[in-house]
C-alpha cells in the first residue's frame, strides 16, 4: 500500500471539509473494498478521511412510508434490524447474505453504494425499491444515482449520508453467488406494488438494470415459467473466468423466477 | 502516527505509519504471531479477530481505525493456562490438521456462538462462509464448533458462570 495521511472527524462538516480540500482525498467506510483495492496498489488516495466516527452517517429507523438508513451502517446492523426486518424482509436478507459475516461486519451501505460494483447486491435493491440517495446536498432517485460500471453520480468530495427505502412487503432477492466471493454471479431483486412489478439485475456486468420488458410481462399476467420467452438485452451481459455471458443471461431469467417462487408473493 | 491500541486487555502506544494494517501490528509489533495471514483479497479468515467482541478481518483493516476499540486475538482465549472451551473443542475433535487457519476458525466459531448460542451445524456451514481451511474438508470444524458452543452453554449455566460468551 501506498502512503497516505488519515484523519477522522467527528462531524459532517468536518469530513467535507477534509475531502475538498485535498482532490486526492478519498472516505473510507468498512473499508472492505477499498483497502483490498489499495493493497493491490490500484488506488493511491493521498489521504483516507475515515467516516468511522461522524455522527451523521449513522443510525436506522422507520421513516414515513419506509426506512432511512444511515451510510455507515454495516450490512450486519442492517440485516438483524426489526424495523429492516419488518418493513423491509427482502432487504434485510439481502444484506444477510453479502459475503462473509466477518465482511458483513465491517462493510455498510454507503461504500457499497459508492462503490457501484457491478456484481454488488444493494445496488439491485434500491433500484427495484425506487429507493432514494440523499448525500450531502441532495437527495438522488437510485435510477440517477447508480450511472455505470463502478460510477455514480456522486461529485468528488460528496458523501453519501443515507438511504430512503420504501416499506416493500412483496418483494425477494434471489443471487446466485460467485463461491469465492459470494459476490452475484447474477442476482435479482423483485418487488411487486399497487402499481406493478420491477425487476432489477445486478451481476450482469455492464453495471446494474431494470429488465423492464419482464416487469410488462408480469403486469399482463406471466408467470416465473413465462419468463424464457421474453426478450432480455444480451448486450447488458459480460463473460469473465467465472461465468459467460451466455450462462449469466441464462441465470438471471432463472434468478427472477425464483424470486417469484417466494413466499413473500404469495399473498 | 502515535496510536492506542487495547489487545487482549493491554493497553499498548505504538507509532507506526498510518497505511499499517491491524494484522500486521499485531504480529510484527506486538509480536501476536496467532493471527495468521492466509490470502491477499481478504478472502481466507486466517486473519479474524475480535474488534469489541465482534470478528473482523484485520488484514482489511487499518490499526488505526481499531482505535477506542477492544482488540481480542486468539493469545486473548486462554485463561490461567486454561483453553477456551472452543478451543479445546478443536483439540478434542480433532478441528485441524496443519493448524494454520485454526486461529481464524475459533475467531469466527466464537462469533457463531455470540449470534447463534447453540447453532445447528447447517448454521455453522453457512457462517463459515468468511473461513477457508485447505487441509480438513471441513467436517471436523463444524463438530468443533458445535461441541465448543455447548461447551460454553454449560460452563455459562453450570460449574463455570460468566466465561459463556468467551470474553
Ligand atoms: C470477501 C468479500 C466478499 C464480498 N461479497 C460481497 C457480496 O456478496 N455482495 C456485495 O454487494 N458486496 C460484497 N463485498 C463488498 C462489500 O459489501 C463492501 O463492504 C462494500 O462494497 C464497500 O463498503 P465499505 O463500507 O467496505 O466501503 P469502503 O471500502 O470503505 O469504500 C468503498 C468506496 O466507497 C467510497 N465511500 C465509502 N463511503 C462513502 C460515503 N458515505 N459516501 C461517498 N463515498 C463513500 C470510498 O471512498 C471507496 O471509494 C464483498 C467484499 C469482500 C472483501
Ligand atoms: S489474510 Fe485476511 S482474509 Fe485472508
Ligand atoms: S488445518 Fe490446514 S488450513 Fe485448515
Known amino acids: ?267 | 502516527m502515535e496510536m492506542r491500541l487495547e489487545v487482549n486487555g493491554t493497553a499498548h502506544r505504538l507509532d507506526l505509519p498510518e497505511r499499517t494494517l491491524l494484522v500486521h501490528a499485531l504480529r510484527d509489533q506486538l509480536r501476536l504471531t496467532g493471527t495468521h495471514i492466509g490470502c491477499d483479497t481478504s478472502q481466507c479468515g486466517a486473519c479474524t479477530v475480535h474488534l469489541d467482541g465482534v470478528a473482523v478481518k484485520s488484514c482489511t483493516m487499518l490499526a488505526v481505525q481499531a482505535e477506542g476499540r477492544r482488540i481480542t486475538t486468539i493469545e486473548g482465549l486462554a485463561k490461567d493456562g486454561a483453553l477456551h472451551p472452543m478451543q479445546l473443542a478443536f483439540h478434542i475433535h480433532h478441528g485441524l490438521q496443519c493448524g494454520y487457519c485454526t486461529p481464524g476458525m475459533i475467531m469466527a466459531g466464537l462469533d457463531i456462538v455470540r449470534r447463534h448460542p447453540r447453532p445447528d451445524l447447517g448454521t455453522i456451514r453457512a457462517e463459515l462462509e468468511g473461513n477457508l481451511c485447505r487441509c480438513t474438508g471441513y467436517h471436523n470444524i463444524i463438530r468443533a464448533i458445535a461441541a465448543g458452543a455447548e461447551a460454553m452453554a454449560a460452563a455459562a449455566t453450570g460449574e463455570r458462570p460468566g466465561e459463556g460468551q468467551g470474553q
Open chain 1, 1 to 267: 500500500m501506498h502512503a497516505f495521511a488519515y484523519c477522522r472527524p467527528a462531524a459532517l462538516a468536518d469530513a467535507l471539509r477534509e475531502l475538498a480540500a485535498d482532490a486526492e482525498a478519498r472516505p473510507l467506510a468498512g473499508g472492505q473494498t477499498l483497502l483490498p483495492v489499495m493493497r493491490a496498489r490500484l488506488a493511491a488516495p493521498s489521504r483516507l478521511v475515515d467516516l468511522a466516527r461522524v455522527r451523521e452517517l449513522t443510525g436506522i429507523a422507520a421513516a414515513p412510508g419506509g426506512l432511512r438508513l444511515g451510510a455507515m451502517e454495516t450490512h450486519a446492523a442492517i440485516a438483524e434490524h426489526p424495523a429492516v426486518k419488518r418493513l423491509a424482509p427482502a432487504l434485510a436478507r439481502l444484506a444477510g447474505g453479502i459475503g462473509d459475516p466477518q465482511v458483513r461486519n465491517r462493510g455498510t451501505i454507503g461504500g457499497s453504494l459508492a462503490n457501484n460494483d457491478p456484481a454488488a447486491c444493494y445496488p439491485a435493491a434500491l433500484l427495484a425499491l425506487g429507493a432514494a440517495i440523499e448525500t450531502d446536498r441532495r437527495t438522488l432517485a437510485a435510477e440517477d444515482f447508480f450511472t455505470g460500471l463502478f460510477a455514480t453520480a456522486l461529485a468528488p468530495g460528496e458523501l453519501v449520508v443515507a438511504v430512503q427505502v420504501p416499506a416493500a412487503p412483496a418483494a425477494a432477492y434471489v443471487k446466485f453467488p460467485q463461491p469465492a466471493s459470494r459476490f452475484a454471479l447474477v442476482g435479482a431483486f423483485v418487488l411487486r406494488t399497487e402499481a406493478g412489478y420491477r425487476v432489477a439485475i445486478t451481476g450482469g456486468g455492464m453495471g446494474v438494470f431494470r429488465w423492464t420488458e419482464a416487469e410488462a410481462a408480469l403486469d399482463s399476467g406471466a408467470t416465473g415459467a413465462d419468463l424464457a420467452g421474453v426478450p432480455l438485452d444480451p448486450e447488458l451481459f459480460t463473460g469473465d473466468l467465472h461465468a459467460s455471458a451466455r450462462y449469466r443471461r441464462a441465470l438471471a431469467r432463472v434468478a427472477v423466477a425464483r424470486a417469484l417462487a417466494d413466499p413473500a408473493f404469495a399473498a
